[in-house]
């Protein structure tokens, strides 16, 4: 069970969702507003993804999971911006006709705010990454 789940369906298929996502940038071009830079190290399992916030911080996340253009993981290694610690989400991707249902959730340890706080703010940010990937797939 997760402590944050959004599930939504997506309208692009699977396997152009699957590549935006594991191509692991883009990120900045889904959330301008909130991003100042991205740069990806590497591809694949083990890639590296350094996001700079515009509010300030760094988030580094590296990629540990791509199978079967269905699933897709991530944890962070570095983090000086969010208020957790911990984190490991999982991106689980469905066919639905020319459609997918996408499922992100994660678990963590709020880290400088309660859980209660935390919940929402992650739910809103992987609603609009999911709401945004068709400007990177």
Known sequence: MYQVLVEKTLDLPRKKAFDALVGFGGLDKILP??????EVS????GALRTVKLK?????????DVAHNDCIFAYTITFNDALPIKNYCAVV???DDGNKTIARWGSNWEADGASADDVRP??????GALL???????
């Open 42 to 45: 590497g591809s694949g399992i």
């Open 121 to 126: 703010m992650l739910a809103d940010l992987y």
């Open 131 to 137: 709401d945004g990937l068709h400007k990177i797939a």
């Open 55 to 63: 509010d300030g911080g760094t988030v580094i996340e590296r990629l």
């Open 92 to 94: 689980t991707l469905e």
């Open 33 to 38: 507003d909130m991003i100042s830079s991205l």
